[in-house]
């Protein structure tokens, strides 16, 4: 059954803590796959169009193609596959203005998709959206994500995922704390 958005957006923001959002144990990777999977299987082939412009339906869209795939998908290559199709909504609802009409808490994650690319111009822009937004700790995140672009080019942490080689540079950095996201 694919899920509503307001039942998205409820989950994310009411049922799960931050803590989960960004480090989620295996038992939320799998109840985000029993109670999502569906609707994730049916925004990756195509989105209504009425998620580009509604609040709400703006937001759960990017949740599922930008978030959920981290989680249902950890370790595997399917964890980035609808990274472009996530950022596309984004950027569409920063230019309807869509993002303003969000508290700061839930604008970030219609952000977070600009961080999740490995464009360096897209990484630049999320250092502006995110300063914009005025939370030194998501700051930080965005700082981090541009350096690494900035450096490599790419994540190196996602070249196993995707069956990348590694550059020696690469390997090094890897074996750094807080070298992962």
Same mark, same amino acid.
């Given at each position: 059954?694919?899920?509503?958005?307001?039942?998205?957006?409820?989950?994310?923001?009411?049922?799960?803590?931050? +803590?989960?959002?960004?480090?989620?144990? &295996?038992?939320? *990777?799998?109840?985000?796959?029993?109670?999502?999977?569906?609707?994730?299987?049916?925004? +990756?082939? =195509?989105?209504?169009?009425?998620?580009?412009?509604?609040?709400?339906?703006?937001?759960?869209?990017?949740?599922?193609? *930008?978030?959920?795939? $981290?989680?249902?998908?950890?370790?595997?290559?399917? =964890?980035?596959?609808?990274?472009?199709? =996530?950022?596309?909504? @984004?950027? $569409?609802?920063? &230019?309807?203005?869509?993002?303003?009409?969000?508290?700061?808490? +839930?604008?970030?994650?219609?952000?977070?998709?600009?961080?999740?690319?490995? *464009?360096? !111009?897209?990484?630049?822009?999320?250092?502006?959206?995110?300063? &914009?937004?005025?939370?030194?700790?998501?700051?930080?995140? &965005?700082?981090?994500?541009?350096?690494?672009? !900035? $450096?490599?080019? $790419?994540?190196?942490?996602?070249?196993?995922?995707?069956?990348?080689?590694?550059?020696?540079?690469?390997?090094?950095?890897? +074996?750094?704390?807080? @070298?992962?996201?």
């Amino acid at each position: 059954m694919i899920a509503e958005p307001e039942e998205i957006v409820r989950y994310w923001f009411e049922e799960l803590s931050p +803590k989960a959002w960004y480090g989620a144990p &295996a038992s939320v *990777d799998a109840e985000i796959t029993v109670r999502f999977g569906e609707t994730y299987e049916t925004l +990756k082939d =195509a989105v209504p169009p009425g998620c580009s412009t509604t609040l709400k339906a703006c937001l759960a869209a990017i949740l599922v193609l *930008d978030q959920f795939p $981290r989680n249902m998908f950890r370790g595997a290559p399917q =964890a980035f596959a609808t990274d472009a199709q =996530a950022l596309a909504l @984004s950027q $569409r609802a920063i &230019a309807e203005g869509l993002d303003m009409k969000l508290p700061p808490e +839930k604008r970030c994650f219609v952000y977070i998709p600009f961080q999740h690319s490995e *464009d360096l !111009a897209v990484q630049r822009r999320s250092l502006e959206l995110f300063t &914009a937004l005025g939370n030194p700790e998501n700051l930080d995140f &965005a700082r981090r994500h541009e350096a690494i672009i !900035a $450096r490599f080019g $790419r994540f190196p942490h996602r070249n196993a995922s995707l069956g990348r080689e590694s550059t020696p540079e690469e390997e090094a950095f890897l +074996k750094q704390p807080g @070298s992962s996201f």
